[in-house]
């Protein structure tokens, strides 16, 4: 599909998935691809609907829901589990594609999933939720939609480690002879087989993606900001699980103001910077952003979304941004923390004014990078460090002994404490997220030198993606190899 060929009507009433889809072409175009590759890559490979009845206080609903395996060109096929009352086949289809060009990005061996049940988690009481996740995890994993090597769901909106916990004992139940059972989902709690530093790892992801694009002061130039990360205004759009880690780590280390938080009852302002933690909590105990003390509350929650500032970080969800709203952001650049927050139609209006956008495919791709951490970890039934750690501690002191006794002088306490300290299991896991955001980053730059008519990050994110997943579908025969 190419843009010249939409008219505004077909733009404006794009879907979701129609959208993701025309960011593929469009890469496809920009690279010279073969359309048809394309077509192969783009096909959502198996969408099961299921709709189940579950008996809580003596009445029976029937629920809906779907698991969306976009592309199996690698095992597992990976991705987020949501529970949200607006979950559709669509929006699923899309976010399970997304999932198969972020694992490509980030370099992780998996095709790309995603899962969704129509629910409003608020409505239903602990046990109910646990009784229909659990049920909902059964009739997935008896059809091979949730098993260790083939699919493997991951928290997403409305999820968390709970749910995860829930269908690993679910799963555990059904297959007690799968040596790899703990394997079947990841984002699990540590104490059950969970990896240290998933939580925050989206949100960490994201600090890593802007500290390393910070790095590079002429793609810093060309986003019109001034060097480095402090001070630099920042909005922010979700206080969730992404939003929250996200503006946390980058309010504290890396000293930028978060001048707005918006979530869904209004926005709070405070041009001095707000403290992320006070904010989160204050929302966790109310419910809400309204009476916030340290900051100014406006219930106009759409608007600030066009509120000018340096950096715009939408972590809620899809098509935020969209034709009706795009020419009016005054952001000088957009960090998608958040899987799909600037549509299509919003991209081009953007990208063709100039402001420089990081994609989600890229920015977020922390949360399913350290999931396959967790995998690799359950796989190999040991924790990340366990066998180097004290030996690794050892060296460090030998070093320091042997510095010590051929200076005569003494290594300072805290240089000391540095080199004789062996990597704990968050320290791998952070040095491993931070390498995976900085090496896609690298690889994002280099793509945009090899086409220099590629001038947008999305273009260049895609067409990675694409690239490597061709390469694949050739190896298999799949599709034809291009011509030398
Ligand atoms: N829900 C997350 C995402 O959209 C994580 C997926 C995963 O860890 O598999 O990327």
């Known amino acids: 599909m190419e843009k010249q060929a939409l008219t505004d009507n077909q733009l404006e009433s794009m879907s979701f998935r129609g959208g993701v889809d025309s960011m593929v072409d469009r890469a496809t175009l920009a690279i010279g691809l073969n359309p048809d590759t394309a077509k192969v890559i783009q096909a959502c490979n198996a969408v099961l609907q299921l709709k189940f009845p579950v008996k809580l206080n003596n009445s029976v609903e029937v629920f809906t829901g779907w698991w969306a395996v976009h592309s199996a060109h690698r095992l597992p096929a990976k991705g987020g589990l949501r529970f949200s009352a607006l ?89 007690p002879e799968d040596l790899n059972q703990n394997a079947c989902v990841t984002g699990k709690p540590v104490e059950r087989g969970g990896i240290t530093g998933r939580t925050e790892a989206t949100g960490k992801g994201v600090q890593y993606a802007l500290q390393e694009f910070f790095r590079h002061p002429d793609a810093v130039e060309s986003a019109r900001l001034m060097d480095g990360l402090p001070d630099k205004r920042v909005v922010f759009q979700g206080l969730g ?22 979530e869904r009852d209004g926005v709070v302002i405070n041009e001095e910077g707000l403290n992320v933690h006070d904010v989160r909590q204050y929302f966790v105990e109310t419910g809400g952003l309204k009476g916030f003390p340290a900051g100014d509350y406006d219930e106009n929650s759409t608007e600030a979304l066009e509120m000018e500032c340096d950096i715009l970080i939408p972590a809620a969800m899809e098509s935020q941004i969209h034709a009706g709203n795009a020419s009016r952001i005054q952001a000088r650049m957009i960090v998608e923390a958040a899987n799909g927050p600037v549509t299509y139609e919003a991209d081009e209006i953007l990208t063709g004014r100039g402001i420089t956008i990081l994609p989600d495919i890229y920015v977020n791709a922390g949360g399913v990078t350290v999931s396959y951490f967790e995998w690799t970890r359950n796989l190999s039934h040991m924790r990340f460090g366990r066998l180097q750690r004290r030996y690794d501690e050892l060296r460090g002191q030998n070093l320091i002994t042997a510095m010590e006794a051929l200076t005569e002088k003494e290594v300072p306490d805290e240089l000391d404490r540095e080199i004789s300290r062996g990597a704990s299991e968050l320290d791998l896991v952070r040095s491993g997220l931070d390498d995976t955001m900085r090496t896609a980053f690298q690889d994002l730059r280099e793509v945009m030198k090899t086409y220099p008519h590629i001038r947008d990050y999305r273009t260049a994110a895609y067409a990675i993606a694409i690239t490597k997943i061709a390469k694949s579908y050739y190896d298999l025969g799949m599709v034809e190899p291009p011509r030398p």
């Open 241 to 262: 699980n992404v939003g929250y880690h996200s503006a946390k780590v980058l309010s504290e280390q890396d000293k930028v103001k978060v001048i707005a938080i918006i």
């Open 87 to 175: 979950v559709n086949q669509d929006e699923i289809e899309a976010l399970a594609a997304l999932m198969t060009y972020k694992c490509a990005i980030a370099d992780i061996p998996f095709g790309g999933a995603k899962g969704g049940l129509m629910i409003n988690p608020a409505n239903y009481s602990e046990d109910e939720l646990r009784e229909i996740t659990r049920r909902f995890a059964m009739e997935l994993a008896r059809k091979d939609f949730i098993h260790p090597s083939v699919s493997v769901p991951a928290p997403d909106m409305g999820t968390s480690s709970r749910e995860m916990a829930w269908i690993a004992d679910t799963y555990k139940l059904l297959f």
